[in-house]
């Protein structure tokens, strides 16, 4: 028996090419395209209907339930965002600075998201931090709990964006702190903590 191949304690497996099913490996390859993932997502909101993104998106669901990266949940991840539209960045810091004065316990997405072990990739690639033409949000999470889904393995040619799919839509949130970054002339980093 290989190691991947051992269920652990609670019943979870570690998630492997060898071990996911034919429906998986498609949901973590639309998951991968960018056209796919926004369509996947778009499930979870409840403004895509088609079935073939649905079918998708139920498998995802279904997964965390199966699999768990097994890493060490203390080591920070990350997510960038990027906005164009300056008042919808606004409404989305307001929101979270509220939350973090009122300390109260938010969820970051209504659907399952991309967070990174690199620090890199969220910030130049995905918040765009560096292109002024951008407002950005770093979601800096420092703990978080089981049932993530790390597909580094799937990526091929993304594999360096060590990609960590978590259960957002399913999981609560504290704000630690929020934190202007002085290297940039319009980004907040928001510091979390899974509950």
Known sequence: MYIDEIEYNN?????????????????????LDYYECQKIRGCFYGFVADEKYLKKAKTLDMMFEKYDSFLDKNETIYRGI?????E??????????????????IRIDLAP??????????????AKAKDDTYHSIV?????????????????????YQDEFIIKSHKSKFKIVDIKKVKEYNSTYEIIIEEL
């Open 11 to 31: 019943g979870m497996k570690r998630l492997t090419k060898e071990i996911a099913t034919k429906d998986e490996k498609e949901a973590i390859g639309g998951w």
């Open 82 to 86: 990027r906005f164009k539209d300056t």
């Open 88 to 105: 919808e960045f606004r409404i989305f810091l307001d929101t979270y600075s509220e939350a973090l004065d009122k300390k109260g316990v």
């Open 113 to 126: 998201s991309s967070f990174t072990k690199n620090k890199n990739v969220a910030y130049n690639e995905f």
């Open 139 to 159: 979601f800096k999470l420092l703990k978080r709990k089981s049932n993530e889904l790390y597909i580094k393995d799937f990526a091929g040619k993304f594999a």
